[in-house]
Each structure stands twice: as structure tokens, then as C-alpha cells.
């Protein structure tokens, strides 16, 4: 039998559904603006009036945007250091959260305050530096890797959730002639999918929005990732110095388009990779964040 619904919670559930969709559009709306931008010509888009659907579909801005070589090679480093950033990243710090879920550990408590001590307090901006750069890191690409493999946060979420996992699996492993690290990958990172799925995003959309070390420790060009690009040209007034045109021959006068029209077709371009693989982790996300965040 359907039971029948009163009067208040129907009231409340359109309000709630109308305040939600309204939420939504205007999260939503700012990004689809954008690709409105860049989807249109750029000096039609000049006269204003682009609201829902482009005035003038071109996708010129795009072609224009992969014909500089150094958005191609931006984007090159930016996929490196992505895929392998991140993939050494996760792998880490599920072993130091394996570890530290272990509770015979020798020195436990010293490993996890040694972590905990070196995240709050650092030696500044500066004294940095001068570590990156006597490593020779600022002149390689691992510049963007080795300094940021493991966060105590994450570490901590990945203990969490193995602390969840019964004990049981891993005595009946080492009966059975285990050792750690083949209980490690046979056992506990098969049944860790969702948690693993959750660092590789917070891992993955650091990597790939990270701007900050390329403006500030990587001089040479061909070593500067998309996110950093991206921001010199949304912070630049003059679009051919943001891009070094004119050390490219590359002629804004001759793109048949417009600097901010460009703008808008980066920045579609460097949104667009988290934007499609997120649904695909999404409910694997929050399972995780979920799990992780209380230990059974």
C-alpha cells in the first residue's frame, strides 16, 4: 500500500527540488558560459548578447589555440606529470597508510608525528627553493613530481580505511606463506577500490591544476605545464606576451579571432580532461570519502 503523501511534504519537496535545480544552474552556468564564448567567433562574441547558444559556431578558436607549439607542449608536461605524479602518489600512500594501520609497528607513533609536524610547520618559500634547486629539480621535469609524492591527509584516509578491514584476512594470508607486500597488493588494494579511487582524484586534479611551481621554479618554457599557461594568460592584459607570440610567429591580427575568445577556448581546454573522467569516479568518490572518513 502507497502511502499517501501530506500536503507540507509535498510543498517541501518541490522547494526543495526548485532550490537544488536553481543551485545547480548557478554552479553550472559560468562553465557553459564560457563554452558559449569559445564556441563562437570572437568578434561577434564582442558585441554581447551570448547567452544560451552560440550567435556564430566556429571552432576556430580551438584550431588556433593547438597551433601554438607551446600549449601542445604544455599540455605534454601536463599529461606527464599527471599520469606518473599521480600513479607514484596513490601507490605511496597506500603503503604509509598500510603501514601505519599496522599496529605493531615499531615507532608508530614517531613516523605519524613526524608527518603530522613537517605538514604544519615548513622552512618557508625561499629555503625551498634553494633545496629544489641545489637537487637540480628546477631544471627537470620531476620538479612537478618528487617534492609532493604523499600528503599527510590522504596517508591518514588510507589508514582509516585499512584499519576498517578485518584482521582475519590478513592472519589467514600469513598462514597461508604471505608476506607483507604480497598481502598488501593481493588483499588489501582489491578491496581498497573505491578509497584508491578517491586519492587518485584528489591526487589526479592537483597535479593537473597545479600552476604554482611552474610560474615560480621552473624558468625554461618547454618545462611549463598547461595550468601555468593558463594563468599567465588569464592574468596577462597583452595576449602575445602571455603566449610569447611573437617569438612563434603566431599573428593574433591573422587568427580570425579575438585574445578573449582564445582565453576562453584555454580555459575549456584545461577543464575539460577532469570534467570527463570525473563522472566515471564519482560514485566510487563519495563510497570512498565516505568510508574512509569513519573507521568501523
Known amino acids: 500500500m502507497v502511502e499517501k503523501q501530506s500536503t507540507g511534504g509535498k510543498v517541501f519537496k518541490v522547494l526543495n527540488y526548485t532550490l537544488l535545480s536553481a543551485l545547480g544552474f548557478v554552479t553550472f552556468y559560468p562553465f557553459f558560459y564560457i563554452l558559449i564564448l569559445s564556441l563562437n567567433d570572437g568578434y561577434d562574441a564582442l ?7 552560440p550567435r556564430v559556431f566556429t571552432i576556430d578558436n580551438y584550431i588556433k589555440a593547438f597551433e601554438d607549439p607551446l600549449i601542445l607542449n604544455a599540455f605534454g608536461v601536463s599529461i606527464f606529470r599527471t599520469v606518473v605524479g599521480t600513479f607514484l602518489c596513490v601507490f605511496l600512500t597506500a603503503l604509509a597508510g598500510y603501514a601505519l594501520s599496522r599496529k605493531d609497528l615499531p615507532g ?3 613516523i605519524t608525528f613526524f608527518f603530522f609536524f613537517t605538514t604544519i610547520f615548513t622552512g618557508g618559500l625561499i629555503p625551498f627553493f634553494i633545496l629544489l634547486r641545489s637537487l637540480r629539480l628546477t631544471s627537470s621535469i ?8 604523499y600528503q599527510f591527509f590522504n596517508i591518514i584516509i588510507m589508514r582509516t580505511y585499512f584499519q576498517t578491514i578485518p584482521e582475519e584476512l590478513r592472519e589467514s594470508a600469513t598462514i597461508d606463506g604471505c608476506g607483507e607486500l604480497k598481502i598488501f597488493l593481493k588483499i588489501y588494494l582489491p ?3 573505491p578509497m584508491i579511487a578517491t586519492i587518485t582524484l584528489f591526487y589526479g586534479v592537483g597535479h593537473w591544476n597545479d600552476w604554482f611551481v611552474g610560474a615560480f621554479f621552473v624558468s625554461d618554457k618547454k618545462l611549463k605545464p598547461a595550468a601555468t599557461i593558463l594563468q599567465k594568460i588569464l592574468s596577462e592584459t597583452n595576449f602575445e606576451q602571455a603566449t610569447d607570440t611573437k617569438n612563434m610567429n603566431y599573428n593574433i591580427s591573422r587568427a580570425k579571432t579575438t585574445p578573449e575568445a582564445l582565453r ?3 580555459l575549456m581546454i584545461i577543464t575539460l580532461p577532469i570534467v ?4 566515471f569516479l564519482q560514485k566510487y568518490f563519495v563510497k570512498g570519502i565516505m568510508i574512509g ?3 568501523g
Request: aromatic letters at 26%; glycine letters at 10%.
Open 276 to 279: 570527463c573522467v570525473y563522472p
Open 191 to 193: 578491496l581498497s577500490l
Open 293 to 295: 572518513s569513519i573507521k
Open 108 to 110: 608508530k607513533g614517531i
Open 264 to 266: 576562453m577556448a584555454f
Open 47 to 53: 558585441k554581447g548578447g551570448l547567452y544560451f547558444w
Open 142 to 149: 620531476w620538479i612537478y613530481i618528487l617534492p609532493y609524492l
